[in-house]
């Protein structure tokens, strides 16, 4: 309870004519002072206050009032606790493809300007031959650890590499790339795709995403979880009757295997980010928070853009996300910059995002 608080609750009982003399004895005094301090920085003021307060009452009335007081401070206090245990493990960070160029050229260079603008968590998407953008596991974590980052999840796309239906399990290379991302203290890996050939027919799909949930059951052991994040074809693509989307979601496991929403991206699928959202509640642990306009160059209709300055009411999407869901990351990502640099725009989402109160 911080002192101003108790200075009012204790303004607000009133007090009796200090001309009176009535002095509380000095060890039930130091008991309500103690049970009255929450923050320590804070005690020389809670100390000032309570004494004059002490002085200024009867024995009676001190105790009644007193006990107001301490059980309006408590009350807060589990308030603020119940607050802050909804919002522990909610966290805001940038995938790194939204640099990617940056991080090609000079990744450390990269992740020092990212730390400086205030990111603490990134996402990565990059990893070849067992390494995070040229750097082992190990050596990885150690760079982010220095810069007082952390990387709690990363993009690996699931294939049919991965993954030996004769013997019905994965193949090394993807259990290198779920042991490297328990070395890196990630806590979902997440395949941003899906490949044509697993998806041109519903029983082929199927099939998929019993492998989707044998991953989670991979993950698992080491203390993660697997995830899927979309594209645009998942709700532009039906097999049977159905959205692409609709049936991954029917056949994925939630326990095994969390979804990571990309709510730009679906826009060019014929999507809306706000109706998916309401049709899934709870469903999205991980989201790609972004914005789109019309795109002015390429084969697709729209790109990403600046927070809220497009079509897809960003901060009500997340909001209604946020309401629904606990311990989300919210993770940045903008894949175009009419005209300004990478960074630049990461800074200004950044700021955007804690604008928001995120």
């Known amino acids: 309870m911080k002192a101003h608080t108790?200075?009012?609750?204790?303004?607000?009982?009133?007090?009796?004519?200090?001309?009176s003399g009535c002095l509380y004895p000095l060890n039930k005094?130091?008991?309500?002072?103690?049970?009255a301090c929450y923050d320590s920085k804070e005690n020389h003021i809670l100390n000032l206050h309570l004494k004059l307060f002490a002085m200024s009452n009867s024995r009676r009335t001190f105790i009644k009032k007193s006990a107001i007081a301490l059980a309006g401070s408590s009350l807060l206090s589990r308030i603020s606790f119940a607050n802050t245990i909804a919002k522990d493990n909610e966290l805001v960070g940038i995938q790194l493809y939204s640099v990617r160029d940056d991080m090609g050229k000079d990744p450390l260079g990269t992740?020092?300007?990212?730390?400086?603008?205030?990111?603490?968590?990134?996402?990565?998407?990059?990893?070849?031959d067992r390494k995070f953008y040229g750097y082992t596991a190990a050596e990885f974590k150690k760079i982010l650890e220095g810069l007082g980052m952390k990387m709690p999840s990363g993009h690996t796309v699931l294939?049919?590499?991965?993954?030996d239906p004769a013997k019905k399990e994965f193949t090394d290379l993807w259990k290198y790339t779920v042991e490297d991302a328990a070395t890196m203290g990630q806590q979902y890996v997440i395949s941003p795709s899906l490949s044509q050939e697993l998806r041109k027919d519903k029983d082929g799909l199927l099939l998929f995403m019993e492998?989707?949930?044998?991953?989670?059951?991979?993950?698992?052991?080491?203390?993660?979880?697997?995830?899927?994040?979309?594209?645009?074809?998942e709700f532009r693509e039906s097999l049977g009757g159905e959205m692409l989307y609709?049936?991954?979601?029917?056949?994925?496991?939630?326990?095994?295997?969390?979804?990571?929403?990309?709510?730009?991206?679906?826009?060019?699928?014929g999507a809306n980010a706000a109706e998916i959202v309401k049709k899934y509640p709870g469903r999205y642990s991980s989201i790609h928070v972004k914005d789109e306009i019309k795109a002015s160059e390429g084969n697709e209709k729209y790109e990403s853009t600046i927070l809220g300055a497009g079509i897809v009411n960003t901060k009500d999407v997340i909001d209604m996300i946020r309401k629904n869901s606990k311990n989300v990351?919210?993770?940045?990502?903008?894949?175009?910059?009419?005209?300004?640099?990478?960074?630049?725009?990461a800074k200004e989402d950044l700021a955007i995002m804690k604008k928001w109160g995120y």
């Not at 108790?6 to 001309?19: D, E, W, Y």
């Not at 294939?159 to 993954?163: E, L, V």
């Not at 979601?249 to 060019?268: A, E, W």
Request: aromatic letters at 12%; one cysteine or more; a positive charge.
């Open 6 to 19: 108790i200075r009012i609750q204790l303004r607000n009982v009133g007090t009796s004519n200090p001309s």
């Open 29 to 35: 005094f130091y008991f309500i002072y103690q049970h």
């Open 111 to 128: 992740l020092k300007q990212l730390a400086a603008m205030g990111y603490k968590h990134v996402e990565h998407a990059n990893y070849k």
């Open 159 to 163: 294939g049919s590499q991965h993954w």
């Open 211 to 233: 492998v989707f949930n044998k991953s989670g059951e991979l993950c698992s052991k080491s203390g993660m979880k697997f995830g899927y994040h979309n594209h645009d074809f």
């Open 246 to 269: 609709d049936i991954m979601m029917k056949n994925t496991d939630p326990k095994l295997v969390i979804q990571q929403l990309d709510i730009g991206n679906l826009y060019n699928g």
């Open 329 to 345: 990351h919210y993770i940045i990502e903008q894949e175009s910059y009419q005209g300004k640099t990478p960074l630049d725009c």
